[in-house]
């Protein structure tokens, strides 16, 4: 298998299947807010986008951020924690951030489209697995100048060693996280506006069985919970 690596500004060249990593803050929330009962997420790029979509759909929920916080008069922001307890069987909810949906919207020319975070990245090796893919690439979607991205780099290169089948020390992977410029952001006491809680969730490594893929529907990009069979 070729496995390749990709930023935001070249995943628009990527063929084959994408997997677009967001693991602090995008992917994982999208996969707690599935593992509390979503439907399906409606990826977006933009924050007027988002609402839009609301207008058409009153029921539909809006997650994300814009510069790390909470847009105002979103549902949710962009963070795991407010998802635990929280029941949203069936509901449909659009997703909005800075960096891991736009590398979904970005990654128009992949045949298949994957959503990855820590806590879901075995289930997506399997479901990469079912696909049987010639050639895979990551985008890593945090990767921006002055060392942003370690975190979504760590993911990468997990995913990776699942894929080949190569032993990895974990526990290195979740100190890359903690250690990596966004990590130190979220749980720096200085900056209340950010919870610590993120991170811990984020570096819960495998805690859930489904992968997440995104499909076109209506000219939308749509995700939603896989279960490798």
């Not at 509390?36 to 009153?58: K, M, N, Y």
Request: hydrophobic share 40%.
């Amino acid at each position: 298998m070729d496995i390749r690596r990709a930023t935001l500004d070249t995943c628009a060249a990527a063929t084959g299947t994408v997997v677009v990593i967001d693991v602090l803050r995008a992917f994982t929330t999208a996969a707690f807010a599935f593992a509390a009962g979503a439907e399906a997420i409606t990826v977006v790029g933009g924050v007027e986008e988002a609402f839009s979509l609301r207008d058409e759909h009153p029921d539909w929920l809006i997650m994300g951020e814009k510069g790390g916080l909470r847009v105002e008069g979103f549902d949710f922001g962009n963070s795991p924690a407010p998802f635990l307890g929280q029941d949203l069987t069936g509901r449909r909810l659009i997703q909005r951030t800075s960096s891991g949906t736009q590398g979904v919207v970005r990654s128009g020319n992949a045949d298949w489209v994957l959503t990855s975070s820590l806590c879901c990245a075995r289930a997506t090796v399997e479901q990469i697995a079912r696909l049987r893919p010639e050639r895979v690439t990551m985008v890593i979607t945090g990767s921006h100048a002055g060392g942003l991205g370690d975190e979504d780099l760590a993911c990468a290169d997990y995913l990776e060693a699942l894929m080949r089948g190569r032993s990895i020390d974990v526990q290195h992977v979740i100190e890359r996280v903690r250690a990596s410029r966004a990590g130190q952001k979220l749980t720096d006491p200085k900056r209340p506006q950010f919870s610590a809680a993120d991170v811990a969730y984020a570096v819960d490594v495998n805690r859930f069985t489904f992968a997440m893929m995104v499909t076109r529907e209506d000219d939308h990009h749509v995700m939603r919970p896989v279960w490798p069979r």
